[in-house]
């Protein structure tokens, strides 16, 4: 029995076999847990979900489609949750988007209006709009985590807008711990290390940013979607019960240099 055994929750944000989210899948499955799914609205992100999904031997998953800018779909799709399940253990909030003409280095201070407010819808807001639905369900406590990038705390070339709504995301973390913690609900953040992943290779200069880690974090490597997953399952699991609004960086130690 794994550290997850009984244990269900909902992940969003799986794009395919190589993002984040897929790898929290894995550990979690692998730990025991049962996972179910969105995806975004669309023939071709149901089928590639379920492509992603097939890669990790998933079954028949739960999928429901849900754009979560959408306070309709979110309310649906939480509403089917219930309905089909009563109850859930945890929550894992893997998505992020910001427009990629603006994540280039020397295009921060001209950002527009729409795209500021719709990353921080997308990257940030969703959270906490998960969790004021989710919190209910968890009639028992639970755990939920959300993904994140040192970008949020440090100015990262390139990172831009999304470093700001990273950086929201956190302070939003801080303040679901405060809040949920009375209903035994846990709340953290991965601080992952740059992932090739299709999200991260939108940043301008990414491919120098892996190739500076790996020369000077203290693993002197780039970490693994699996890396984060095994963090994930962790913190999610009762092994991790005294934790809670906390950031955890899984980034082979580059956080802790004084570069």
Known sequence: MGILAGKRGLVVGIMNDRSAASGITQSIIEQGGECIFTHLPGEKNERRVRNALESLNVKDPWLQPMDASSDEQLDATFARVAKDFGSIDFLVHSIAFADKDWLKEGMFTATPRQVFTQAMDISAYTYAAMANRVAPLMTSGGSMIALSYYGAEKAVPGYNVMGVAKAALEATNRYLAMELGQKNIRCNVISAGPMRTLSAMAVGG??????????????????????????????????????????????????????
């Open 206 to 259: 990414f491919s120098e940013i892996l190739g500076w880690v790996e020369k000077k974090a203290p693993l002197r490597r780039n970490i693994t979607t699996e890396d984060v997953g095994g963090a994930a399952a962790w913190l999610l699991s009762s092994l991790a019960n005294g934790v809670t609004g906390e950031t955890l960086y899984v980034d082979s130690g580059y956080s802790i240099m004084g570069l």
